[in-house]
């Protein structure tokens, strides 16, 4: 079939339309559309096999294609003009219009393999997707999983474990003061020292139940746990730790406040076990639009490059999971750092996708 300029000229705009196009219906309707124009077509059939054994079937209808899912393989129709996208395996997938004649069968011959790249190339990149979606997923029910044990295990340890040694402290004081009495200078010094002992447990427990669940969180709100959160940092390691905000503090909602805590809780202990810094400053800036939280070190930094493998892959256990945290709450998450130059880690949350976090979580919790 000799194509006129103007025939060129739409298969070529076709051919760029479909290859950016975002659903493989925008593909089938792009074909409709360039068929109808090369040969005047009222009626196409395009089948394509997305995967081994399965069919996808679409068939024009006034206004719209219907669309089909099959697990036999639909043959062409006798009557009907179609090119297979593949000739060696007719079972690829093929398209067919309504029409015969040499300059019809052309046609479809010039817009078969493109249109069969273009499906490939959606079908591909949805794959893709899902496994990205699905990988999230994951991550963020691992995440809410490990957060609600966490939750748990810090408030049996205080509510349950914690009170009764507290209760066994007291019982200990009272038993050393009755004996007292009598002066048995030996018992009363045995009392002493399991009434001190309790009390470290006491504290110990407290110090891992703050680690594994801050309650502060809870009570005070998310400013107050993160400034304990460095005040304890620099109370069990050599840096000094600063933690400053800016702005008007508000809500950010539980499961954010939550992950943002988390988040900074794995960059300060990242901080003190490889930095080699002598200071830490910890930066909570609440502008009108976001939230931004800053963890910065003096220490010696490393190639940023040494975070990913030479798939692009982050490679580092404790910036994937600060990556996904964030993620998930449709935050940004960045690291700037280099060989002998600090690191900064920020954590930047904008209202309006923390809000569409919160939406989406109500909707999937009431789900019926």
């Known amino acids: 079939m000799a194509l006129?300029?103007?025939n060129i000229q739409r298969i070529v705009a076709f051919i760029r339309k479909i290859t950016k196009a975002p659903s493989a219906e925008t593909v089938i309707s792009e074909t409709s559309q360039v068929l109808k124009q090369l040969t005047k077509i009222d009626h196409l059939r395009v089948v394509y096999s997305p995967a081994p054994g399965r069919w996808t079937e679409w068939k024009s209808a006034p206004g719209r294609f219907a669309v089909n899912t099959r697990d036999d393989w639909p043959a062409p129709e006798k009557n009907a003009a179609t090119a297979f996208f593949d000739p060696q395996n007719k079972r690829s997938g093929f398209i067919s219009i309504n029409a015969k004649g040499e300059g019809v069968r052309s046609a479809l011959q010039l817009v078969a393999p493109d249109v069969w790249s273009a499906l490939l190339l959606r079908s591909a990149a949805d794959r893709v997707q899902k496994e990205a979606v699905s990988e999230a997923e994951f991550a963020r029910a691992t995440f809410r999983a490990r957060d609600e044990e966490r939750?748990?295990?810090?408030r049996e340890l205080h509510d349950d474990?914690?009170?009764?040694?507290?209760?066994?402290?007291?019982e200990l004081k009272w038993a050393e003061d009755h004996i007292r009495e009598n002066q048995p200078d030996g018992v009363i010094d045995g009392l002493s020292k399991a009434r001190e002992d309790v009390g470290v447990m006491l504290d110990k427990i407290r110090d891992l139940s703050h680690t594994l669940y801050p309650r502060i969180l809870d009570t005070l709100g998310f400013v107050p746990a993160l400034k304990e959160l460095a005040h304890q940092a620099a109370r069990f390691s050599q840096i000094s730790v600063d933690c400053d905000m800016m702005g008007k503090p508000r809500s950010l909602g539980t499961e954010t406040e939550i992950a943002l805590y988390r988040c900074c809780q794995e960059t300060i202990n990242n901080a003190i076990r490889h930095s080699e810094a002598s200071k830490l400053i910890v930066s909570i800036c609440y502008t009108r639009t976001e939230v931004r939280v800053t963890v910065e070190d003096d220490g010696k930094?490393?190639?940023?490059?040494?975070?990913?493998?030479?798939?692009?892959?982050?490679?580092?256990?404790?910036?994937?999971t600060i990556r996904q945290r964030m993620a998930d709450i449709g935050a940004a998450f960045r690291?700037?750092?280099?060989?002998?130059?600090?690191?900064?880690?920020?954590?930047?949350?904008?209202?309006s996708s923390r809000e569409a976090h919160d939406t989406r979580k109500n909707k999937g919790t009431h789900r019926g």
């Open 301 to 320: 930094g490393f190639n940023p490059r040494a975070l990913y493998d030479s798939n692009s892959r982050m490679m580092s256990s404790g910036f994937w």
């Open 4 to 6: 006129s300029q103007s």
């Open 161 to 170: 474990l914690g009170q009764s040694l507290a209760s066994l402290k007291l």
């Open 335 to 351: 690291v700037s750092t280099g060989e002998g130059q600090g690191t900064v880690v920020e954590m930047i949350v904008p209202y």
């Open 151 to 154: 939750r748990h295990i810090a």
